[in-house]
C-alpha cells in the first residue's frame, strides 16, 4: 500500500520564478495539508484541502495557494519565490474526521537561489 | 497561546543510555499530543501519540504520558540504539484549524 507520494523530491527555483509541488495522498485517505519545514525548525502548517476546497490556512501569504483534484491529490503554488520560501515541503494525508493519523509524505526540499 | 515547546538539542548519548526529550505544550483542554520522528533525508512519521490525559503511547520501546497536571509529554526509552539517531518533534493537534503545531525538533545522535 503506498503512502503519500510527493514530487519533485528536490528542486532549485530563482527568485520571482513561480513553483508547482504535488502531493498524491495515501489510499483511502481524502484530506490533504500542506507543510513548510525551514532548516532546523518544525513543520509550519501552510493549508488544507478536502472536497477540492481549502478548509483551513495558516499565517501564509496569498502568493501560496494550492488545488485538490477529484482523485484527492493536491498541488502547492507558490507564485514571486523568495529566498526564504526555501524549505523542506511535506504533504500529509488523513480521513476527515479522524485526526489521529496524518500520515506524511518525504518532502521536497525547495531551494530559491 | 497554542504551542509546542521542546528542550533544544542535539542530545548526544552512547549506544544502552536512557533517553529522555522533553516536551510541553500550551492549550485550552486536553488536545491530542504526538510524537513524529524524521530519519535524515526523510518526511516525518508517527511514533507515538496519546489522545487524552494520563494516556501512555507506546512504540518501538519509546514511551511517553499524557500530564495534564504538568502540560507534558516528555519521550522516553530505557536503552537507545545507533538506529535511533534521528530528529524528534513533539506535536499537538489544534482542533481550531484542524492542523498539528510542531515544536522545534530535538536532534539525537547515538554514538556505538
Known amino acids: 500500500d503506498a503512502g503519500v507520494t510527493q514530487s519533485p523530491t528536490h528542486l532549485i527555483k530563482t527568485r520571482g520564478q513561480q513553483v508547482t509541488l504535488r502531493c498524491s495522498p495515501k489510499s483511502g485517505h481524502d484530506t490533504v495539508s500542506w507543510y513548510q519545514q525551514a532548516l532546523g525548525q518544525g513543520p509550519q502548517f501552510i493549508f488544507q484541502y478536502y472536497e477540492e476546497e481549502e478548509r483551513q490556512r495558516g499565517n501564509f501569504p496569498d502568493r501560496f495557494s494550492g488545488h485538490q483534484f477529484p482523485n484527492y491529490s493536491s498541488e502547492l503554488n507558490v507564485n514571486a519565490l523568495l529566498l526564504g520560501d526555501s524549505a523542506l515541503y511535506l504533504c500529509a494525508s488523513s480521513t476527515t474526521g479522524y485526526h489521529y493519523g496524518y500520515t506524511f509524505g518525504s518532502g521536497t526540499r525547495l531551494t530559491v537561489v | 497561546g497554542n504551542s509546542v515547546t521542546q528542550m533544544e538539542g542535539p542530545v548526544t548519548l552512547s549506544e544502552e543510555a536512557f533517553l529522555t526529550i522533553n516536551c510541553t505544550y500550551t492549550?485550552?483542554?486536553?488536545?491530542?499530543l504526538f510524537w513524529y520522528v524524521q530519519y535524515p533525508g526523510e518526511g516525518l512519521q508517527l511514533l507515538l501519540k496519546a489522545t487524552k490525559a494520563d494516556d501512555k503511547g507506546s512504540n518501538k520501546g519509546f514511551e511517553a504520558t499524557y500530564r495534564k497536571e504538568t502540560t507534558s509529554f516528555h519521550l522516553e526509552k530505557g536503552s537507545v540504539q545507533v538506529s535511533d539517531s534521528a530528529v524528534y518533534f513533539c506535536a499537538r493537534y489544534m482542533e481550531y484549524g484542524n492542523k498539528l503545531v510542531f515544536g522545534a525538533g530535538t536532534i539525537l545522535r547515538v554514538k556505538s
Open positions: 492549550a485550552t483542554g486536553y488536545p491530542s
